[in-house]
């Protein structure tokens, strides 16, 4: 059974930083991507960020040269610092992972983990 399980959410102030964890178990994907989501409030929840199997990157336009997604495969654990953070970066925060190359769908990520919130006082 395939498990993610996010760290590192919390408070920070504006312009602060934090990092987010994600452990990955139970897949068996030779070729995957994984992505870390967010839902503001009032707002659909949104891609963040992706890294491939083959280590292609994306990020949303909101949070480019402010976040940095990377994941440890001897860990299994996806990261995604966030640095420069700002109140609008408030909401809850999600990983997950399909098989496959990357994709912006979220209806195509299988597997979720169950959120972690990000505020972040101005």
């Known amino acids: 059974q395939v498990r993610l399980v996010e760290s590192g959410g919390g408070s920070v102030q504006a312009g602060g930083s934090l990092k987010l964890s994600c452990l990955a178990s139970?897949?068996?994907?030779?070729?995957?991507?994984m992505g870390w989501f967010r839902q503001v409030l009032g707002k659909e929840r949104e891609g963040v960020a992706n890294i491939g199997g083959d280590g292609n990157i994306w990020y949303g336009d909101s949070v480019k040269g402010r976040f940095t997604i990377s994941q440890d495969n001897a860990k299994n654990t996806l990261y995604l610092q966030m640095d420069s953070l700002k109140p609008e970066d408030t909401g809850m925060y999600y990983c997950?992972?399909?098989?496959?190359?990357?994709?912006?769908?979220?209806?195509?990520?299988?597997?979720w983990s169950p959120g972690t919130q990000v505020t972040v006082s101005s």
């Open positions: 997950a992972i399909k098989g496959g190359y990357c994709s912006l769908l979220e209806i195509e990520y299988r597997y």
């Open positions: 139970g897949y068996s994907y030779n070729n995957y991507c």
